[in-house]
């Protein structure tokens, strides 16, 4: 595709995440007092995206799809205690008018989104890492999944992947996803559980200035950081959300909320849409 295809480009497309679907149950705040739908709630986002004009193109999902283990944290779950979650995630997922991305978070299982998404992983816990392509632009797909640990990490295989990938689309415009947030927030216990190797991927992408901007979850809160040219944006979560004033665990009862990405030509525009009312037409 030649370079100067984006100059053309005319499209939107969003951006989810931390859907945490647990299928069997509720999330329980900390306190032990009330419960949060994660089901209902990204429901509800799905609603809002479906009346979204025009329609996005495609939609990305960030990570921790489904948190099954959050049900019940002293136990290890098997692949197939999994399975059910993300089944109920697809269901969910139905409505939506466009394609879906998906990346994994520390909440994920590979084995079992790979056996119920049917992915061609070469096996059963093979990192999901991807790119694609729309209207001229270039998308990355990480997977910053380290099990066991609530921090990400991109192992060496993953990273070599990425360089090639990028040295093949040089001039196109790209952005590029992951999970956990590669810079700190300056939100004290949040960035302890960051990307350890956040600066090897910095230092990756400072070396191709086609990267616009890396997009992550994590967080459950929206923010946007500036490194040296490359934009670090992170969407707020379909459900609960952390506070962006305590420096210690502190959260909340959402609201859900999404990004929604315009790109035209080479402008690109961004805003969170924070879903306070009802429906779509509190919006």
């Known amino acids: ?9 005319d499209f939107s497309f969003v951006h989810f995440t931390d ?4 299928a069997g149950g509720n999330f329980s705040f900390p306190t032990g007092e009330r419960q949060f739908d994660t089901s209902a709630s990204l429901q509800r986002v799905i609603d809002v995206i479906n009346a979204l004009e025009p329609p996005p193109a495609f ?3 960030g990570g921790d799809l489904t948190s099954p283990d959050l049900l019940d944290r002293s136990k290890v779950l098997t692949p197939e205690e999994y399975e059910p979650s993300y089944r109920l995630l697809q269901d969910l997922l139905r409505p939506l008018p466009c394609p879906t991305y998906m990346l994994l978070g520390n909440h994920d299982n590979r084995t079992a989104f790979h056996r119920v998404m049917q992915t061609a ?8 890492h991807y790119s694609f392509d729309h209207q001229g632009y270039h998308f990355i797909a ?3 999944l380290h099990p066991g640990a609530g921090w990400g990490y991109l192992e060496a295989p993953q990273l070599v992947w990425l360089r090639d990938d990028l040295e093949t689309h040089r001039g196109r415009p790209t952005l590029v996803f992951v999970h956990h947030h590669p810079w700190a927030l300056g939100i004290e216990w949040l960035d302890q559980v960051h990307l350890r190797n956040g600066d090897e991927l910095w230092q990756l992408l400072q070396a191709y200035a086609d990267v616009r901007w890396i997009i992550c979850g994590h967080v459950h809160l929206d923010q946007d950081i500036q490194r ?8 707020p979560s379909t459900g609960f959300q952390i506070s962006k004033l305590s420096q210690t ?3 909340l009862p959402g609201p859900p909320g999404f990004r929604l990405v315009r790109v035209k030509g080479l402008e ?13 037409a509190d919006l």
């Open 1 to 9: 595709m030649a370079p100067d295809t984006a100059t053309q480009a």
């Open 19 to 22: 859907t945490h679907i647990m």
């Open 59 to 61: 939609a990305v999902i």
């Open 121 to 128: 992983a070469v096996t059963p816990d093979a990192p999901h």
């Open 142 to 144: 990480l997977d910053s």
């Open 228 to 235: 040296d040219g490359l934009t670090m944006l992170t969407t």
């Open 249 to 251: 665990r502190k959260i």
């Open 268 to 280: 690109l525009a961004t805003r969170v849409l924070h879903l306070h009312g009802a429906s779509a």
